[in-house]
C-alpha cells in the first residue's frame, strides 16, 4: 500500500510541478525558456514513472518496464537537467537554445558510455551528487534571502539520496525504498526554488519602461 501512495504523490508532485512551470513560463524572456522547458521535461518525467508506477499497483497493468525507464531518465537526464537549470538562472547567464540542446544529447551520451564500459553505479551517482550539490548553491546564492536558501539545500539533501549506491564501496542506499516519496518531496521545493531565482525576467522587468 505504501509503495502505491508514494507512486501517486510523486504522480500529483511531479504533474503539479510541470504545469507549475509550464504556466509561469509565459511570464519569462526568450532568455529563460529553454532552461525553464528542460525544468518541465524533468517534472514531466518524474510524473511519467509515477504515474505508471500507479496503473502497475492499482489496476495491474504491465507498466514495470516503462516505470524503470522513465525513473532512470529522471534520475539521468532530468535531475542533472534540473541542476543546470538552477545554476544558470541564479547566475542569471544566458544559453541559446542549441547550447541547450547539445546539454541534453551530452547527458544521454554520457549515460551511454558509462553503460558500455560498466560505470553506470558510479556515473548515477556522481551525476547525483554534482546535480544536489548545483541545487544548493543556487539556493545559498541568494543568500540573505533564507526561504531561497533553504529551498536550495532541502531541494539538494532530497536530490542527494535518489541515486542508487550498489557497487560502491560506501555500501548500498538505505532510503532506496522511498526513492519515489523523496522524488515526490523534491518535484515542488524544487519547483518553487527555481521560479523564485533571479534569471533574465527580473532584470528584464527592471528595465524603465
Excluded at 544559453?95 to 558510455?113: D, Q, Y
Amino acid at each position: 500500500m505504501y509503495e502505491l501512495l508514494q507512486a501517486t504523490l510523486l504522480t500529483v508532485t511531479g504533474l503539479g510541478s510541470a504545469i507549475w512551470i509550464g504556466t509561469a513560463r509565459r511570464g519569462y524572456g526568450e532568455p529563460d525558456q529553454p532552461a525553464l522547458f528542460c525544468a518541465l521535461l524533468a517534472f514531466s518525467l518524474a510524473a511519467g514513472s509515477g504515474a505508471c508506477a500507479v496503473a502497475r499497483l492499482a489496476f495491474d497493468l504491465d507498466t514495470l518496464e516503462a516505470e524503470r525507464w522513465l525513473m532512470q531518465a529522471t534520475l539521468l537526464l532530468g535531475l542533472p537537467l534540473v541542476g543546470v537549470v538552477a545554476l544558470t538562472l541564479s547566475r542569471q547567464w544566458i544559453w541559446s537554445r542549441p547550447t541547450w540542446g547539445r546539454i541534453v544529447i551530452g547527458l544521454c551520451a554520457f549515460f551511454e558510455l558509462a553503460r558500455q564500459l560498466g560505470w553506470s553505479a558510479p556515473y548515477a551517482f556522481a551525476l547525483g551528487l554534482l546535480s544536489a550539490l548545483l541545487v544548493a548553491y543556487a539556493g545559498v546564492l541568494q543568500w540573505p534571502a533564507r526561504l531561497q536558501a533553504g529551498a536550495g539545500l532541502a531541494g539538494g539533501a532530497l536530490m542527494l539520496v535518489l541515486p542508487p549506491w550498489t557497487g560502491l564501496s560506501i555500501g548500498p542506499n538505505p532510503l532506496s525504498g522511498f526513492q519515489q516519496l523523496w522524488l515526490a518531496l523534491a518535484c515542488p521545493v524544487i519547483a518553487w526554488l527555481l521560479l523564485n531565482l533571479p534569471g533574465n525576467l527580473r532584470e528584464e522587468r527592471s528595465e524603465p519602461a
